[in-house]
């Protein structure tokens, strides 16, 4: 079932501080034209009246204008919305995708708006402009992030052995999605240590993939082919965090330091190759999480700070 949000009221106002109603909202790639925050890290706000009746209740305020809040948007809707970062409300060619949820405090808090928006706000950035009005729907589209895990053995691929490391893998990185917040869908593969299927894996999912993991295949002998096939699809290699793995585990382990695991982007798409064994796996994974939301901030250009 699709879910829709109703606008309500649209404001804007060319100085900071509360919004007043408008008769439209004109959208670019800046936010909303002539409004102040247009060209800003924050430059469409969103309220829901829900939240505005909740601290009308809780603080015994009277019920206030439109724009008070200081959003451009408020609206109302029927849904129970879980609203997370990177999700996004369309409406014909518009498209606006939400980069914050609440901002930080800053100087005195006065007035409502600036008591509830730090708390409640949502804020988005504009992919594709147009004119917004008052009575308007938006469809809400969440997010969900799609990964696929790739085992590659010849010994699991024929039902030798259970393949342990691929679901360590998901179940490592379903966990600190959660832990962020994030909503994600995980795809197990299992196939031979062979360049040609993992070649035709990789070309049917970095279109649809923002996360690609493989698991096994990095060490130096003859079948350990996974990097050598990797290093195709990766356009910017990230060599910093497998550096660091491999020197921090191999003071320890020398052995670690043979392994040619690797990390790099494509598009959006972020991919990594992993040793095959499940304690190297939850080794790398615990370093390689400690670093995904801000390498999923930057492939979307979103100002975290």
Same mark, same amino acid.
């Given at each position: 079932?699709?879910?829709?949000?109703k606008i309500v009221?649209?404001n @804007?106002?060319?100085?900071?501080? =509360?919004?007043?109603?408008?008769e439209?909202?004109d959208?670019?790639?800046d936010?909303v034209i002539?409004d102040v925050h247009?060209?800003t890290?924050?430059?469409?706000?969103?309220?829901d009246? @829900?939240?505005?009746k909740?601290?009308?209740?809780?603080?015994?305020?009277?019920? !206030?204008?439109?724009g008070?809040f200081?959003?451009?948007i408020l609206?109302?809707?029927?849904?129970n919305?879980?609203i997370?970062?990177?999700d =996004?409300?369309?409406?014909?060619?518009?498209?606006l995708?939400i980069?914050q #949820?609440?901002?930080?405090?800053?100087?005195?808090?006065?007035?409502?708006?600036?008591?509830?928006?730090?708390?409640e706000?949502?804020?988005?950035r504009? !992919?594709s402009?147009?004119? !917004?009005?008052?009575?308007?729907?938006?469809?809400?589209?969440?997010?969900?992030?799609n990964? #696929?895990?790739i085992?590659?053995?010849?010994?699991?691929s024929r039902?030798?052995?259970d393949?342990?490391?691929?679901p @360590?893998?998901?179940?490592? *990185?379903q966990?600190h999605?959660?832990?962020?917040?994030w909503?994600?869908?995980i795809?197990n593969?299992?196939?031979?240590d062979s =360049?040609?299927?993992l070649?035709?894996? *990789?070309?049917a999912?970095l279109h649809?993939?923002?996360?690609?993991?493989?698991?096994g295949?990095t060490?130096?002998g003859? =079948?350990?082919?996974?990097?050598d096939?990797m290093k195709d699809?990766?356009?910017?290699?990230?060599?910093?965090?497998?550096e660091?793995?491999r020197?921090?585990y191999?003071?320890? #382990? %020398?052995a670690a330091?043979?392994s040619r695991a690797m990390?790099?982007?494509?598009?959006?798409t +972020?991919?990594?190759? +992993? %040793?095959?064994?499940?304690r190297?796996?939850?080794e790398y994974?615990?370093?390689?999480?400690? $670093?995904?939301? $801000?390498?999923?901030?930057?492939?979307?250009?979103?100002?975290?700070?």
């Amino acid at each position: 079932m699709t879910q829709k949000i109703k606008i309500v009221a649209i404001n @804007a106002a060319s100085e900071r501080g =509360r919004k007043f109603p408008v008769e439209k909202l004109d959208l670019n790639q800046d936010g909303v034209i002539d409004d102040v925050h247009a060209g800003t890290i924050r430059p469409v706000s969103m309220f829901d009246v @829900a939240e505005a009746k909740r601290f009308y209740s809780i603080t015994g305020a009277k019920e !206030l204008d439109s724009g008070q809040f200081a959003e451009n948007i408020l609206f109302k809707t029927s849904d129970n919305l879980d609203i997370k970062i990177f999700d =996004r409300f369309l409406k014909d060619e518009v498209v606006l995708e939400i980069t914050q #949820k609440g901002k930080p405090f800053h100087g005195r808090f006065s007035e409502p708006g600036n008591y509830v928006m730090p708390r409640e706000g949502i804020f988005c950035r504009v !992919l594709s402009g147009g004119t !917004l009005k008052a009575g308007d729907e938006m469809e809400y589209c969440p997010k969900v992030f799609n990964a #696929k895990v790739i085992t590659l053995s010849d010994r699991a691929s024929r039902g030798v052995y259970d393949d342990r490391s691929g679901p @360590a893998v998901s179940e490592i *990185l379903q966990k600190h999605f959660q832990k962020l917040n994030w909503r994600l869908k995980i795809e197990n593969i299992i196939i031979p240590d062979s =360049r040609e299927k993992l070649r035709e894996i *990789l070309e049917a999912s970095l279109h649809d993939s923002d996360l690609i993991i493989t698991t096994g295949g990095t060490g130096i002998g003859l =079948r350990d082919i996974t990097p050598d096939v990797m290093k195709d699809y990766i356009k910017k290699e990230i060599p910093g965090i497998m550096e660091m793995i491999r020197w921090k585990y191999g003071i320890e #382990k %020398p052995a670690a330091l043979i392994s040619r695991a690797m990390a790099g982007v494509n598009g959006k798409t +972020l991919l990594f190759a +992993l %040793p095959g064994s499940v304690r190297a796996v939850n080794e790398y994974m615990t370093e390689i999480n400690k $670093h995904i939301k $801000h390498l999923i901030y930057m492939l979307y250009n979103v100002d975290s700070h």
